[in-house]
């Protein structure tokens, strides 16, 4: 008659827990504060790629209008080409296009 019982040495085998268990048993707090420093640091990353210096650059050039017609100098607005050429050309002429401004 055969012997009932347990053969513990072949029923065990190793006991796995798939990943998306183990996903939802990190601590509530720790996975929360991890998730905020990765947002964090996503966030920076691509505020970084947007403000490199050659595209400062680029901005800075597209926002300066006004050209100089005596030293050729770039402004941004009337009223700045306008002090411009009253301090640093005082004896030329006023220019047609900063008459009214």
Same mark, same amino acid.
């Given at each position: 008659? !055969?012997?009932?019982?347990?053969?513990?040495?072949? $029923?065990?085998?190793?006991?796995?827990?798939?990943?998306?268990?183990?996903?939802?048993?990190?601590?509530?707090? %720790?996975?929360?504060?991890?998730?905020?420093?990765?947002?964090?640091?996503?966030?920076? %990353?691509?505020?970084?790629?947007?403000?490199?210096?050659?595209?400062?650059?680029?901005? *800075?050039? *597209?926002?300066?209008?006004?050209?100089?017609?005596?030293?050729?100098?770039?402004? !941004?607005? !009337?009223?700045?080409?306008?002090?411009?050429?009253?301090?640093?050309?005082?004896? $030329?002429?006023?220019? $047609?296009?900063?008459?009214?401004?």
């Amino acid at each position: 008659m !055969p012997e009932i019982g347990l053969d513990l040495h072949n $029923s065990l085998q190793p006991f796995t827990i798939p990943t998306e268990v183990l996903e939802t048993m990190a601590r509530g707090q %720790q996975k929360l504060q991890s998730q905020a420093k990765a947002q964090e640091k996503l966030a920076k %990353q691509k505020k970084q790629q947007g403000h490199n210096a050659n595209t400062q650059k680029k901005a *800075a050039q *597209a926002a300066l209008v006004f050209v100089c017609t005596v030293c050729k100098a770039q402004m !941004p607005d !009337p009223k700045t080409y306008k002090q411009h050429f009253q301090n640093k050309h005082p004896k $030329s002429d006023l220019p $047609s296009e900063l008459q009214d401004v």
